[in-house]
Each structure stands twice: as C-alpha cells, then as structure tokens.
C-alpha cells in the first residue's frame, strides 16, 4: 500500500466537503471524521500542511492565482496592481522584499518564474559579451 501525499488527503476533504454543501450537511462531523482518519493513519503532525494543501485546491478550484512579487524594495499599490493584473482577474499576491535582486521584479506563479530583475539582466549581458568576444 503507496502512502497518501498530504494533498491527497486535501483533495479527498476537499471534495467531501463540497458533497456536504450541496446537501447542506454540518460540516463539523466531517471534520470530526477527518481528524480521526488522520489520527488513525499517524498524520495529525501534518495537518497544518494539510490544510494548506486544501487551500491551495479550493483557490485552484475558483480560479485563483497565487503569485509571489519579489523586489528590491517595497512596490506601491499601483505597480503591485499592473504586475497582478498581467496574471487575470482572480490573483492574490505575496511581495517577498530582496535587496540581492538590485532592481526590477521576479514574478514566481506556481513553478513558473518570471525574471526581471536587474541582477539577471547583468547577468544576460555579461554573458553575451563574453560568447561573443
């Protein structure tokens, strides 16, 4: 028998949790069964992570993005809005601040990065003048 990922576990609360809504069922025994299945299986360490994991399914579910802004210095609202409006509608932001970037933004979304900081710029340009010398 395979062991069962913390987002498997997500998944499977995830979808019953959906079933009991449609029927407008109490949700608080679910939750009683889950954590006893956790208990059971020697997972109740990684609820945390569990429920993280069913964060991630129920934002993926709606449509929600998470992107993760990082830059050299804090970022004002309205440059925070035009990176975020770039993913869609739905898109929530995390702004990491990171002084080793010099400048310009890297944009992470999901295993995706989108790199436009100075720091790699330099390093692009570095790189060309060296191959092509």
Do not use: P
């Amino acid at each position: 028998m395979s062991k069962i990922s913390n987002r498997q576990y997500a998944r499977a609360l995830y979808e019953v949790s959906l079933e009991m809504e449609q029927k407008n069922m109490e949700i608080t025994e679910l939750i009683t069964a889950f954590l006893a299945v956790l208990k059971k299986d020697h997972k109740i360490k990684q609820v945390d992570n569990i429920i993280k994991e069913f964060i991630k399914i129920e934002k993926e579910q709606s449509g929600v993005k998470d992107i993760e802004i990082t830059a050299s210095d804090e970022l004002d609202k309205k440059t925070v809005e035009v990176i975020k409006k770039a993913f869609g509608d739905k898109v929530e932001e995390t702004l990491v601040v990171d002084k080793t970037i010099l400048g310009g933004v890297k944009v992470k979304l999901g295993d995706k990065i989108f790199d436009a900081s100075l720091r790699t710029q330099l390093e692009r340009l570095k790189y060309v003048l060296y191959f092509n010398n």
